[in-house]
């Protein structure tokens, strides 16, 4: 049986108590919940300024409105409503008795019935609130910076059964009481919370993971009952003593008082109430997983971003943000947050490649490649007009037939004609050509050996005997091998050339296509470590684009198929290798495996972001090993979103084994693209 305020949500919003959801797709009910958390209309915790974002980013339409709940003192609500350019914000005071009245105000019982009574009669109102501002279906309203209402809520039901509690009365008079004692713990389930570590372990981990103003780490103290705040502002550590008052309220100095240290935090997020700054984002702790770290960040950023009308605000670059397109973009962080050890690197090992690193008559030779290919090795493309999707999918099908009627003979040197140079490479040159099968004629790249070099020809038959057991949509697959006056490798030619060419010519991409390039480069590579195959020269330059929409991994030439004894493939030696994209491992101790591919992707992906920047800008090898070694990583790029570099972090964890795999690479960035390209289209 419907109530009052049921059925003004109904009438209002589609929404229905009794299929738990809006009709239109919206917010999901959930039992024991009170009606107003349920409302799509309803944000909150937010703060009024975020409130009043959010309507001037859905066009400011007279009535437009929103409803929040107030900061403090908990309990309330605050009801914001667009007026002639404007907002207007009514507090909405809960009474003793459980009634909730605006300022002189007839009670109700409870906000819904409220707005539902101010919709047709103004009684002081200075207009009526009748636009709901919704949320997005996937948007949850905020407990806490970094909790959801319902995760808030499953905490209590759980608490309440850990209690044998009647769920009824627990949720329902005994709420508070409820609330209260769950909060008293909630603050050990946040990023921000550290444990009991001491000062100087705090400064360190804050230190490492860069200045910036409002980051910020809580510690509990030695004595097992204060707690400490350390927060970053202008370049220095402030460290604030937060003291337990009679055992039941957290404060700072002789400011406000608090009946849980994850209220006292939320408050100084809102409001800087006597510190140098807000709190802004912490600095996690180690032991944080992604997951909480991913949810974290997506209930504290982009509010604004995610409301359900059209008029989406967005940073400078296209990228969904909560600020104006005529302010600029944040400052990103200059500096990681890798929770790392100290690398057991045995002394002679490390001097020994450090001599070798610093070494001048090797900085110059090609024994040893310290970064990105020489200009001579980079296959220039020159530009085309890209190919449609339906052009793109016909060619994709025909190599398919193709490859499978030529795999296991060679092809005749009169079936394929060279035409324009690619580029070249160590051992030869490669060319756009055409290559014939009776009536058919496709467009390839080929591979071709350079004065015959016996070397030369040994690697490209060790490419072409690795390929042909390759057979994937986002691979490069090999169409044949041509042994004519000169070895030949015939390939799939993408006809846009390399990605790092085309993100230096695109730098306005949106996040989501730059998100949908890298799930189908994790997507590639996914399917190599499935063949116990491992790259070794993963990055941009060596990821062909037949059109904007469609990557293939390619240059197979330092590619080797691993041990199945050991699960790694060992080099004899370094050779040419890119060591800006290597991990620690394959730098001392020449290992490789689908783990140091996970590394070599993290820096694709940085790349990606980076819109094809060099990585480590102009450091040298001997400075990259330092860098790395003391925890720093790559500085998160201009306009990246958070969630997406700390996907980068994860690949770059020191240790292999705490890095994450392809497979589950591949459904994270799969999610964080639909979510950008909701967004941003």
Not at 366 to 395: H, K, R, V, W, Y
Not at 589 to 607: L, Q, R
Request: hydrophobic content about 35%.
């Amino acid at each position: 049986m419907f109530t009052k305020a049921s059925s003004f949500l109904q009438k209002l919003t589609g929404w229905d108590e009794n299929r738990g959801a809006q009709n239109s797709g919206g917010h999901g009910d959930d039992p024991g919940l009170p009606n107003v958390y349920n409302a799509p209309f309803f944000y909150g915790r937010i703060t009024r300024q975020e409130a009043e974002d959010i309507l001037k980013a859905n066009g400011m339409q007279e009535g437009l409105f929103l409803l929040r709940e107030s900061i403090t003192p908990m309990g309330n609500f605050s009801l914001t409503i667009a007026h002639e350019d404007s907002c207007v914000h009514y507090s909405i005071e809960k009474k003793m008795n459980g009634q909730y009245i605006v300022s002189e105000g007839s009670p109700f019982s409870d906000p819904l019935s409220l707005i539902e009574h101010y919709q047709t009669m103004k009684n002081g109102f200075i207009t009526t609130p009748k636009v709901p501002c919704n949320r997005q279906p996937e948007q949850e309203a905020i407990a806490f910076r970094g909790l959801s209402v319902k995760e808030l809520h499953a905490q209590m039901k759980s608490a309440a059964k850990r209690m044998n509690a009647n769920l009824t009365r627990a949720l329902g008079p005994m709420r508070e009481s409820l609330l209260m004692h769950v909060l008293q713990t909630l603050h050990e389930r946040m990023p921000w919370f550290h444990g009991e570590i001491s000062r100087d372990e705090a400064i360190r981990r804050l230190e490492r993971s860069g200045h910036a103003d409002g980051k910020f780490i809580v510690r509990r103290r030695a004595d097992g009952q204060s707690f400490a705040l350390t927060l970053s502002h202008e370049n220095a550590m402030r460290h604030y003593l937060i003291n337990q008052v009679d055992g039941e309220s957290y404060c700072i100095d002789a400011g406000p008082r608090f009946k849980a240290l994850i209220v006292l935090i939320d408050h100084y997020h809102n409001k800087k109430d006597g510190l140098p700054c807000r709190l802004t984002s912490p600095c996690p702790d180690p032991n944080t997983d992604l997951e909480t770290w991913e949810n974290y960040q997506l209930l504290t950023k982009n509010l604004v971003s995610k409301t359900s009308q059209p008029a989406t605000v967005f940073t400078s670059n296209g990228n969904p943000g909560t600020t104006p397109p005529s302010r600029p973009p944040p400052i990103p962080r200059h500096t990681s947050n890798v929770p790392t050890r100290s690398p057991p690197i045995p002394s002679p090992l490390r001097n020994e490649l450090r001599q070798s690193l610093g070494a001048e008559q090797l900085w110059e030779t090609p024994n040893l490649q310290f970064g990105e290919d020489d200009e001579d090795d980079t296959i220039t493309f020159p530009e085309a007009e890209p190919l449609s999707t339906e052009e793109a999918e016909m060619l994709e099908n025909t190599y398919i037939d193709i490859r499978g009627d030529v795999m296991s003979t060679d092809l005749k040197s009169d079936q394929v004609i060279l035409e324009g140079k690619l580029g070249s490479g160590q051992f030869g040159e490669v060319r756009k050509g055409r290559c014939e099968f009776g009536r058919k004629t496709v467009p390839v790249a080929v591979k071709t050996l350079k004065n015959n070099d016996p070397d030369g020809e040994k690697e490209i038959l060790s490419e072409a005997n690795l390929m042909k057991k390759l057979d994937h949509q986002h691979i490069v697959r090999m169409i044949g091998v041509c042994k004519g006056e000169t070895l030949m490798l015939v390939l799939e030619l993408a006809e846009l050339g390399p990605l790092k060419k085309y993100l230096e010519r695109h730098q306005t991409m949106k996040t989501w296509h730059q998100l949908e390039l890298m799930v189908q480069i994790s997507d590639g590579m996914e399917y190599l470590d499935s063949m116990d195959v491992v790259h070794r020269d993963l990055a941009t330059r060596n990821v062909l684009l037949v059109n904007d929409h469609f990557a293939k991994i390619s240059d197979f030439g330092l590619s080797r198929i691993m041990d199945s004894s050991t699960d790694y493939y060992t080099a004899h030696g370094p050779g040419r290798w890119p060591l800006m994209w290597y991990a620690p491992e394959c730098l001392y101790y020449h290992k490789f495996d689908s783990s140091s591919d996970v590394w070599s992707f993290g820096v694709t992906m940085w790349e990606i972001m980076s819109f094809g920047a060099r990585p480590y800008d102009k450091k040298k090898p001997p400075q990259i090993l330092n860098y790395l070694e003391s925890g720093h990583r790559l500085v998160i790029p201009r306009n990246c979103p958070d969630d997406v570099y700390q996907i980068m972090l994860d690949c770059w964890q020191w240790d292999k084994a705490d890095r994450p795999k392809f497979k589950e690479l591949k459904p994270k960035l799969h999610r964080l693209c639909k979510r950008y390209q909701q967004a941003q289209r």
